[in-house]
């Protein structure tokens, strides 16, 4: 069973930075194309960033515009997301995903498992 382990959320001022880390277990994280996806409260789910599975590919919100940086290390099983000049927009629950379809994908159906995610709230 894969499990998919986020960390690095919190309470940040508006232009601060935060960097995700998303721990894989329990499956070849090498073989898998993986994600970040966000909820905010009373918003839809919404895709964030994508990287495939041998990381030379990346895809991306327009909404990131150039501020958030995903990134993968298969040895150590692990996914980041890099994230800067925050707002108070950005605040949501942030969630690691992992699909077996190796591109990267903007699409939740692409994905097969998904993390309990974390919370990422920016004070304006």
């Known amino acids: 069973q894969v499990q998919l382990i986020e960390s690095g959320g919190g309470l940040v001022q508006t232009g601060g930075s935060l960097r995700l880390s998303c721990a894989a277990s329990?499956?070849?994280?090498?073989?898998?194309?993986m994600g970040w996806f966000r909820q905010a409260p009373g918003k839809e789910r919404e895709f964030v960033a994508a990287?495939?599975?041998?990381?030379?590919?990346?895809y991306y919100a327009d909404f990131v515009k150039g501020r958030f940086t995903i990134s993968r290390d298969n040895a150590k099983s692990t996914v980041w997301l890099q994230m800067k000049s925050l707002t108070p927009e950005d605040t949501a629950l942030y969630l690691c995903?992992?699909?077996?379809?190796?591109?990267?994908?903007?699409?939740?159906?692409?994905?097969?498992?998904w993390g309990q995610g974390t919370q990422v709230t920016v004070s304006s």
């Open positions: 995903v992992g699909g077996s379809g190796r591109q990267a994908s903007a699409l939740r159906r692409e994905y097969d498992y």
């Open positions: 329990g499956r070849a994280f090498s073989s898998d194309a």
């Open positions: 990287i495939s599975y041998g990381g030379g590919i990346t």
